[in-house]
């Protein structure tokens, strides 16, 4: 790695953009990289923690790579989740001088002017069942083509006829499943190099980082069943071949991956894990509700094992004992909101707190009802204008009206006091929240990974306060509740997935009856 230790940095960067010596490094490394093509090197996995600034050094890479083709190149090819396009557009104008570097975004009105129409597709193409082709010529001028992994998949023939200099995977778990559609689409594109990007490599299992290498360099870790064999059965089981079979495994994937930590790279403010808040009494009406949830389980259960349907019943009682901890009036609106639920209770005394350092907080929550409720509740005790939510149902696009990066936008800028209020599976990657300093979980994942990338909208480059992470947890003294199962679950979970090659899976039903959250 000394070798590439001086990147080679474009001229288009504007002049104020300054790098961190990791992501000079970074960029190096992927010039070198680039370098061995001809020696049959395809491509690379930049693992780096989030919150340390990939797209800032991929898109270093792409323009240096843009201006040294000059206009004879192929392009460049970026997929991304649909939350991010803007950003990444966003990005690219804001460090560089774009002359010369023309984007195509491959979304929304720009795809369909470039779609071939159904009457327009040959009948010997529709015979083969094809029904997403783009025009011919398509690309025009552009330099780089901006997409979806949803494009990706559904026009997977057009943008697999075309060549590429090099293609990026942003976030790049979305091709971690070796038998979907997505995964397929993307293993099929002509490219001199490959680039996955992401800040999870392993999210659940070492069939994720067999994914994502079989995409950038075909065939190093063989096929997935003997990877299986020699790898992730021995790691994943502990057997006595475990450590011997995680050195191969590192030593074969070293070259081709780079993982850099925050706390061993940049210089950030501590971030801080409250414990005052995991043992919040749960109240009389919720003690109340959770029998009778657990009453009602058994009932059901004995019916649905019946027919086969057991999981049903499992996923239906989890659900429940969720919303009784979290938010009782989900289930049934009794009594005072604030006497009968000691987690709200909880935020509304803390939010007072925050309020009076005149900071910000992030509240995650993947449940559409306790956003709505939150965001009347806050606005009410706080004389609040607005709570933003930003969930599945926001628009992406500026087109469709506020969008979830104008939305954030709008509230970083903001002065003072503020919430915003976050969909875990929405918005848990990619976009940065560095006004915020308070994150606060008001109900968990399933897999801690998810969390903690939740956690890194905020604490990342760019932050410069102290941040505090809160997972509000209501327990019993009369038994253990869901809540403080799962709490204890993932932080299991969270200490075994500290390497990068143990993965952190959702909770699933092996675990829900193994830990007793249901019997």
Same mark, same amino acid.
């Given at each position: 790695?000394?070798?590439?230790?001086?990147?080679?940095?474009?001229?288009?960067?504007?002049?104020?953009?300054?790098?961190?010596?990791?992501?000079?490094?970074?960029?190096?490394?992927?010039?070198?990289?680039?370098?061995?093509?001809?020696?049959?090197?395809?491509?690379?996995?930049?693992?780096?923690?989030?919150?340390?600034?990939?797209?800032?050094?991929?898109?270093?890479?792409?323009?240096?790579?843009?201006?040294?083709?000059?206009?004879?190149?192929?392009?460049?090819?970026?997929?991304?989740?649909?939350?991010?396009?803007?950003?990444?557009?966003?990005?690219?104008?804001?460090?560089?001088?774009?002359?010369?570097?023309?984007?195509?975004?491959?979304?929304?009105?720009?795809?369909?002017?470039?779609?071939?129409?159904?009457?327009?597709?040959?009948?010997?193409?529709?015979?083969?069942?094809?029904?997403?082709?783009?025009?011919?010529?398509?690309?025009?001028?552009?330099?780089?083509?901006?997409?979806?992994?949803?494009?990706?998949?559904?026009?997977?023939?057009?943008?697999?006829?075309?060549?590429?200099?090099?293609?990026?995977?942003?976030?790049?778990?979305?091709?971690?499943?070796?038998?979907?559609?997505?995964?397929?689409?993307?293993?099929?594109?002509?490219?001199?190099?490959?680039?996955?990007?992401?800040?999870?490599?392993?999210?659940?299992?070492?069939?994720?980082?067999?994914?994502?290498?079989?995409?950038?360099?075909?065939?190093?870790?063989?096929?997935?069943?003997?990877?299986?064999?020699?790898?992730?059965?021995?790691?994943?089981? +502990?057997?006595?071949?475990?450590? #011997?079979? !995680?050195?191969?495994? /590192?030593?074969?994937? $070293?070259?081709? %991956? *780079?993982?850099?930590?925050?706390?061993?790279?940049?210089?950030?403010?501590?971030?801080?894990?409250?414990?005052?808040?995991?043992?919040?009494?749960?109240?009389?009406?919720?003690?109340?509700?959770?029998?009778?949830?657990?009453?009602?389980?058994?009932?059901?259960?004995?019916?649905?094992?019946?027919?086969?349907?057991?999981?049903?019943?499992?996923?239906?009682?989890?659900?429940?004992?969720?919303?009784?901890?979290?938010?009782?009036?989900?289930?049934?609106?009794?009594?005072?909101?604030?006497?009968?639920?000691? +987690?709200?209770?909880?935020?509304? #005394?803390? !939010?007072?707190?925050? /309020?009076?350092?005149? $900071?910000?907080? %992030? *509240?995650?929550?993947?449940?559409?009802?306790?956003?709505?409720?939150?965001?009347?509740?806050?606005?009410?005790?706080?004389?609040?204008?607005?709570?933003?939510?930003?969930?599945?149902?926001?628009?992406?696009?500026?087109?469709?009206?506020?969008?979830?990066?104008?939305?954030?936008?709008?509230?970083?800028?903001?002065?003072?006091?503020?919430?915003?209020?976050?969909?875990?599976?929405?918005?848990?990657?990619?976009?940065?929240?560095?006004?915020?300093?308070?994150?606060?979980?008001?109900?968990?994942?399933?897999?801690?990974?998810?969390?903690?990338?939740?956690?890194?909208?905020?604490? /990342?480059?760019?932050?410069?306060?102290?941040?505090?992470?809160?997972?509000?947890?209501?327990?019993?003294?009369?038994?253990?509740?869901?809540?403080?199962?799962?709490?204890?679950?993932?932080?299991?979970?969270?200490?075994?997935?500290?390497?990068?090659?143990?993965?952190?899976?959702?909770?699933?039903?092996?675990?829900?009856?193994?830990?007793?959250?249901?019997?």
């Amino acid at each position: 790695l000394a070798e590439c230790s001086l990147p080679q940095l474009p001229a288009s960067l504007r002049a104020e953009i300054k790098l961190h010596a990791h992501q000079l490094h970074g960029v190096a490394w992927l010039q070198n990289l680039f370098g061995q093509v001809s020696h049959k090197v395809s491509g690379c996995l930049l693992a780096d923690d989030m919150g340390l600034g990939k797209t800032l050094q991929l898109l270093c890479f792409i323009a240096w790579h843009l201006e040294r083709q000059a206009q004879s190149g192929l392009p460049v090819l970026i997929v991304a989740p649909v939350s991010l396009l803007d950003n990444w557009e966003r990005e690219f104008l804001r460090f560089f001088h774009t002359h010369g570097m023309p984007v195509l975004k491959l979304y929304g009105s720009a795809l369909s002017e470039v779609k071939l129409k159904r009457e327009e597709i040959p009948a010997s193409l529709k015979a083969q069942g094809i029904r997403n082709l783009l025009r011919p010529g398509w690309v025009g001028e552009a330099k780089i083509v901006l997409t979806t992994y949803d494009t990706l998949r559904d026009q997977e023939l057009s943008l697999a006829r075309q060549k590429w200099s090099i293609v990026v995977c942003d976030e790049a778990q979305k091709i971690k499943n070796p038998a979907a559609l997505v995964t397929k689409a993307a293993k099929a594109l002509q490219a001199d190099f490959r680039v996955a990007c992401t800040g999870t490599p392993v999210e659940n299992s070492l069939t994720d980082l067999w994914c994502l290498f079989d995409f950038v360099q075909f065939g190093l870790l063989g096929a997935l069943n003997d990877f299986g064999r020699t790898y992730r059965r021995p790691i994943e089981c +502990k057997t006595d071949a475990d450590n #011997s079979a !995680l050195d191969t495994l /590192r030593a074969l994937i $070293e070259p081709q %991956i *780079l993982r850099r930590m925050k706390e061993d790279v940049v210089d950030l403010p501590s971030k801080h894990e409250a414990q005052d808040c995991r043992a919040l009494g749960m109240s009389s009406m919720q003690d109340r509700l959770y029998r009778s949830e657990l009453s009602k389980h058994a009932e059901r259960a004995a019916i649905l094992q019946k027919a086969g349907d057991r999981n049903i019943a499992v996923l239906g009682l989890l659900h429940s004992l969720k919303l009784v901890c979290a938010h009782p009036h989900a289930l049934r609106p009794e009594g005072d909101l604030l006497d009968v639920s000691p +987690k709200m209770r909880w935020l509304m #005394s803390q !939010l007072e707190r925050i /309020r009076t350092a005149g $900071e910000k907080a %992030i *509240l995650f929550t993947e449940l559409r009802d306790i956003q709505r409720d939150l965001r009347l509740t806050i606005m009410d005790r706080f004389g609040l204008p607005d709570v933003p939510v930003v969930n599945g149902d926001t628009a992406t696009s500026s087109a469709r009206g506020p969008n979830r990066q104008g939305i954030i936008d709008q509230f970083q800028a903001r002065q003072g006091f503020g919430v915003i209020i976050l969909s875990t599976a929405a918005v848990g990657f990619g976009v940065n929240v560095q006004a915020a300093n308070h994150v606060i979980h008001f109900t968990r994942s399933w897999n801690p990974a998810k969390e903690d990338q939740a956690t890194d909208r905020a604490y /990342r480059i760019g932050q410069t306060r102290e941040v505090h992470v809160y997972y509000p947890t209501v327990v019993s003294a009369q038994f253990e509740t869901f809540e403080y199962k799962l709490d204890v679950l993932l932080g299991k979970k969270r200490a075994l997935a500290s390497d990068m090659l143990n993965g952190a899976e959702d909770v699933d039903d092996d675990d829900a009856c193994r830990w007793g959250f249901v019997s």
